[in-house]
C-alpha cells in the first residue's frame, strides 16, 4: 500500500488524490460486477458447447432409432457429468480470478479498512 502511493500520489494536489482513488473503486467495483456477469456467460457457454452434449445427443438419438433405451441413459448420464465438471472447473477459475483481484488491489485493501473503521 504503501509503494501505491508512493508511486501514484507523491507531490500531486488532493483533489488529483481524491479524483484518482474515486475513480479507481468505481474501476474496482464495476471488476467486480463484471465477475458475476461473465462467470454466468462461461456458464451457459460451458453447456452450450460441450462437446459431451453432443455426443451424447447422438448416442440417444442411435438409441431410439435401435430401440435401446439403456444405452440413451447412459449416454445422458455421462454427458451431464462431463457438463457438470466443465462448469465447476470454470467457476473455481473465475472465483479464483476474483478472489486474485481483491487480494492483489490496493483498492480492495483500502475498501476493506473503510468497513473495518466504520464498524
Known sequence: M?????????????NYIE??????????NDSISKWGFETTIATFES????????TSSTIAMLSKLFDNPGLAAL????AACIALGEIGLKVF??????????????IAYLLTAQKELNK
Open 93 to 106: 477459475k473465475a472465483q479464483n480470478d476474483k478472489i486474485n483481484l481483491r487480494k492483489d488491489s490496493p
Open 2 to 14: 504503501k509503494l501505491f502511493v508512493q508511486d501514484n500520489y507523491t507531490n500531486k494536489p488532493i
Open 47 to 54: 453447456v452450450l458447447s460441450s462437446k459431451g452434449l453432443y
Open 75 to 78: 449416454s445422458g448420464g455421462s
Open 19 to 28: 479524483d484518482d482513488i474515486l475513480k479507481r473503486i468505481d474501476d474496482y
